[in-house]
């Protein structure tokens, strides 16, 4: 049987892998290696991997610690876990951005840094709607989304699961086929957002789809190493490998994981990367783009890891920060 801690810390060793699969994601896209194994397997890009990996996670959380949370309490405790973050992040790379195009008017109108204050601009640009976006990515506007739905899941979780599960299922397979949500790419669709975090909420909400069985462990193996190692029959836009990916890797590192007794020391260490996780999330892509733009002729390990260093210790600062102003 495995225990609660060290349950809790396989889901921060999972939320560790999946920033770091989509860290390496953008750094490669960003020095050109398109076709590294980095960057992308058989059946598409490990970014989508890495936000399926997330979407999973969150859907999985948001449900165990808000189950029986009080709506309002509910809305106070998510608006902490997004906002001063992204607040903070955002001014910070916002003002570089503008000193270093002399222009703080570089994104338009003043009216449109509401964007960016509310957390969409990124997703926005979707629908070429121009504004100052500069951290963070799609998944910022699509995780808020979420959030804001939770309340409506979680009473269709305990009313009518076996439909909601049906009706989200049929919406996320007619988006892989006939893009529901034109324009938005389908890792980004609302749909495949959804289908994700309601699978994390199904996950916590019925503990037997996560208990460990040999026959389970073997089929997501096999599963993995298929979609990794080999090109499958091509369905709609493929995102359903990728998606399919994402579930296997998560059921294998929690089982993996679980079984492994920590120690309070490493415990703590894996909490604490594991807590810093948004902020990295936020500024990396930026960092990444800007060293690489000046460090271009040095060797790319050296960037890859200041780039990654940089990010870690400006999350560290963000999350000290934002630390301060919930207490």
Known sequence: MTNTTNRKTS?????ILAILIIFNYH???EAGLVDSIFCSHKNGGWGSVGTTIFFLLSGYLIHMGSKNTQPLVYIKKRFFSIYP?????FIFVYLLTSLKLHNFLWGGQPWRLIFSIVGIDTY????????YACVGEWFTGMILFLYASYLLLRFLIKKCPVITTIVITILYFLECTHELQPIVPPDASVFTGVMLFW???????????LKEYWWKTAIAIIITLLVIFVQLPFYGNVLPWKNLLGITLFYLINVLFSKINFGSNAGNALKFFSSISFGVY???HFII???YY???TRPIILIYSLALLISVITAIAITKITGLIKH
Do not use: K, N
């Not at 889901?11 to 939320?15: G, H, K, S, T």
């Not at 699978?199 to 789809?209: A, D, S």
């Open 289 to 291: 783009a800007q060293l």
């Open 124 to 131: 926005l640009q979707y629908y070429f709607i121009q504004a």
């Open 11 to 15: 889901f921060d060793i999972i939320r």
């Open 282 to 284: 936020l500024v990396h």
């Open 199 to 209: 699978l994390g909420m199904l996950m916590q909400e019925y503990p037997f789809i």
């Open 85 to 89: 973050a992204l607040w903070i992040s």
């Open 294 to 296: 000046h460090l271009t």
């Open 27 to 29: 750094f490669c896209i």
